[in-house]
């Protein structure tokens, strides 16, 4: 064994820039001259398996992947796509596909995502084809794209997943006790167990992602734009993917989602979901928010995450034998484009709707709102709403800003500090939308009812051009 021989020279010159490292840096610590580490990589001197050894306990590299690794993988995937009948004269043989994978893994891998937005573009616009060809081209309704397919079946059932909710508290419990620096937890997690290295990198460098893993470095890359709470949530997720990402995938097929896209989509919402869950443990979190009265800010800073997730979180304690309260959560941009919706029995867009311009989060700033909202029918709910500051920019682009709104039944908030600050409070006067709603003399109100005819009288001006009676 001691005379195998392999030539890798892509992959050691990979792995130095990946390092930051000069050849007289790696050299060094090799203990072998930097003309020589410059033969190997360029693959006219051999890595010995002695030489592999050291290099492995230098760098802390996985040798099943140096001595091919995925590779078949990588090669049958690229086989695959060269199959395809627009570039299939472009190969001349298969031993190009093995240098590609073994020379420029990430290319590979690159080409292969790129390969497949191509073929659901090609399906996607097949299907429009067909749709005009049928004379439905002016009623094709937007949710028949993947995104919209995944809200609608999520955001109309509840916001819980017990299989993930158990993964997470086992994964937690194998982490480290809560009340522990869980994100320290998680890095050592990731290094010791997977041999995960977790480095926050500069914009420049991560132009276009907050989070990304390179496999072949076994580096988890976070972007420096994140916050604590981002950083713990996107580290989090990645535990996700690594322990029990095999349950989510089995969650998202019980849905039967119509697409591969739509199966991605899904599973990226419930990694979130998962991470979530990881970072607010359901038997702790349940506890706190009990404890503060479901006081948000309090629960954020406890657990260590965002207002936002806070809140998100709380829509999911529906657990039989220890339910919280049935909140349900909106989140949107300035501009009022819906971003997210949950709720603990599904969003209730027909009681509730959520495009009400007097609606809390509509003009909340930095500081929390609670106000005590009814709608015509007389029924009454809490609502919570703040601003949140996302993802920050570069000068002068002004970043992400959210509106975050949580909400519950008046009837079932008692034990909420909100409720209790605002005890016999004014209700403010909301509805479910401007088409659907027949609140009078509404100031607020942008387009006429669809149920009520406009009264117009030349002697008579209202708060509104869309005064009815």
């Known amino acids: ?22 050849q007289t840096a790696m050299a060094g610590t090799l203990g072998i001259s930097p003309s020589y580490l410059n033969l190997i990589e ?3 001197r051999p890595l010995t398996v002695q030489l592999l050894l050291k290099m492995a306990q230098a760098f802390s590299l996985d040798l099943g992947e140096w001595q091919g690794g995925d590779r078949e993988k990588v090669v049958a995937d690229l086989r695959r796509i060269f199959a395809d009948p627009l570039i299939a004269g472009e190969l001349p043989g298969e031993g190009e596909l093995v240098e590609l994978a073994d020379a420029a893994p990430n290319v590979a891998a690159a080409f292969a995502k790129l390969h497949r937005a191509y073929g659901e573009t090609q399906a996607r616009l097949s299907d429009l084809s067909a749709a005009m060809g049928r004379g439905e081209g002016a009623g094709l309704r937007l949710s028949r794209l993947p995104l919209d397919e995944v809200r609608d079946v999520l955001e109309t059932r509840p916001h819980h997943h017990a299989a993930l909710e158990g993964a997470a508290e086992r994964l937690r419990t194998e982490v480290g006790p809560v009340g522990e620096d869980l994100g320290g937890a998680l890095r050592r997690w990731l290094r010791e167990r997977h041999d995960i290295a977790v480095r926050v990198l500069p914009v420049e460098v991560m132009p276009l992602w907050r989070r990304r893993y390179d496999r072949h470095s076994r580096r988890l890359f ?48 419930l990694t979130r979901y998962g991470a979530l869950a990881l970072v607010m443990p359901y038997g702790a979190f349940r506890d706190v928010s009990v404890s503060v009265g479901y006081d948000v800010e309090r629960l954020a800073a406890r657990f260590g995450a965002s207002f936002t997730d806070a809140a998100e979180r709380l829509t999911s304690l529906q657990r039989h034998t220890a339910p919280g309260l049935p909140f349900f959560f909106l989140e949107t941009d300035p ?15 027909a009681l509730f709707g959520g495009a009400c311009a007097r609606l809390p989060h509509v003009r909340a700033g930095d500081a929390v709102v609670a106000e005590r909202a009814e709608m015509p029918d ?26 975050v709104l949580l909400g519950c039944e008046w009837d079932a908030a008692a034990e909420t500090v ?30 006429p009812p669809l149920t009520r005819p406009l009264a117009l009288d030349e002697w008579v001006s209202g708060l509104t051009p869309y005064d009815f009676r």
């Open 1 to 22: 064994m001691a005379d195998n021989k392999v030539f890798a020279g892509p992959k050691v010159r990979r792995l130095r820039n990946q390092l930051g490292l000069t």
């Open 42 to 44: 360029r693959d006219q």
């Open 222 to 269: 976070l972007s420096e734009r994140l916050d604590a709470a981002g950083r713990l949530r996107e580290t989090a997720a990645e535990a996700v993917r690594l322990a029990f990402g095999d349950a989510v995938e089995a969650e998202v097929a019980s849905f039967g989602f119509s697409s591969n896209e739509a199966q991605r989509i899904a599973v990226r919402e």
């Open 335 to 349: 501009v009022g484009h819906v971003l997210r919706r949950a709720g603990a029995r599904g969003f209730p867009a």
């Open 378 to 403: 007389g029924t009454a709910w809490l609502l919570v709403a703040k601003g949140e500051a996302g993802l920050p920019g570069d000068f002068p682009d002004p970043g992400r800003r959210t509106r």
């Open 418 to 447: 909100y409720a209790r600050a605002l005890g016999t409070a004014r209700a403010v006067g909301i509805g479910p939308a401007c088409r659907t709603c027949e609140r009078e003399a509404c100031a607020s109100r942008a387009k």
